[in-house]
């Protein structure tokens, strides 16, 4: 692994309930150089709970802790809310789950992705407007001058999606957590806009947390794999090796998959009681 760009020891997120407590992060552990870690599970696993927390975007009565959370030296446990706002965007982005919900349908597409620039550097208005063109161009949208004057409600949901992505990459952050990127999209436009991601995250340097439900998504994406369950990591694997999974929790997810030259009558459910107590 590269030099470590993120070290998370025992983070745990806790959500008061009238019944208690309840962890939905349970301890888990990892480092990230700049390279392309996937965390995978179920919905409910804890994964979109992680990447918020590495954001410090729990608000309260949620909480978070950890005994270590070092982002590029930066130890995260220490940083106010202030000091956060200059981390988020510009050292860390994150790509949410649906564009329609993430984007302001108020604001014309170059306003929103400028934005994501003036919050944290000086620049005139010539600067924004070539740096909003040149990386809509990034992100593959033809005639990007035009597109620019539109509103959210004027484009695509992949289109929609390359514009979050040209946001979130636009400040050149150091780490990018994409939170199942491609889940509102048609499957046709899911594989381009991964090949993006992949291509942009390559070409600048950075460190990727790509979070999914989708193992063989990951097994192309992804250098190394999380596999999370009920808040823990129960497995660690290099991508590459995903198939040769130990646990009975990633072998059921992986059986669970259908294949393209399925043969069998019906696709297994995951046998919960055989991995419960491992």
Do not use: C
């Not at 888990?28 to 992680?50: C, H, N, Q, Y």
């Amino acid at each position: 692994m590269s030099q470590k760009l993120l070290e998370v020891e025992d983070l745990r997120v806790t959500f008061p309930t009238h019944q208690g407590d309840v962890e939905v992060v349970k301890g888990i552990s990892f480092d990230l150089g700049r390279e392309r870690l996937a965390i995978v599970g179920e919905s409910g696993s804890g994964k979109s709970m992680t990447g918020r927390a590495i954001l410090k975007l729990i608000r309260s009565p949620g909480r978070v802790t950890a005994k270590k959370f070092i982002f590029d030296g930066i130890d995260l446990n220490k940083q106010s809310e202030r000091q956060m706002r200059k981390l988020r965007g510009a050292r860390i982005s994150m790509v949410m789950q649906d564009p329609k919900f993430s984007l302001n349908p108020v604001l014309s597409i170059e306003d929103q992705i400028a934005e994501a620039l003036r919050t944290h550097q000086t620049l005139t208005r010539k600067e924004l407007d070539e740096k909003v063109l040149h990386m809509l161009e990034q992100v593959r949208i033809n005639d990007p001058a035009r597109v620019a004057k539109l509103y959210p409600h004027e484009v695509s949901g992949g289109m929609g999606q390359r514009i979050m992505i040209a946001m979130m990459l636009i400040p050149e952050p150091d780490l990018l957590i994409a939170d199942e990127p491609t889940s509102a999209l048609d499957v046709s436009v899911q594989a381009q806009v991964l090949d993006l991601i992949d291509n942009l995250i390559r070409e600048k340097g950075m460190g990727l947390i790509l979070i999914s439900h989708d193992l063989n998504l990951v097994a192309n994406y992804a250098d190394r794999v999380l596999v999370m369950n009920a808040g823990e990591i129960v497995e660690q694997r290099d991508a590459a090796d995903l198939q040769n999974a130990t646990h009975p929790y990633t072998q059921g997810l992986l059986n669970a998959m259908p294949r393209l030259d399925e043969t069998r009558d019906e696709l297994p459910t995951l046998d919960r009681t055989q991995w419960a107590a491992t």
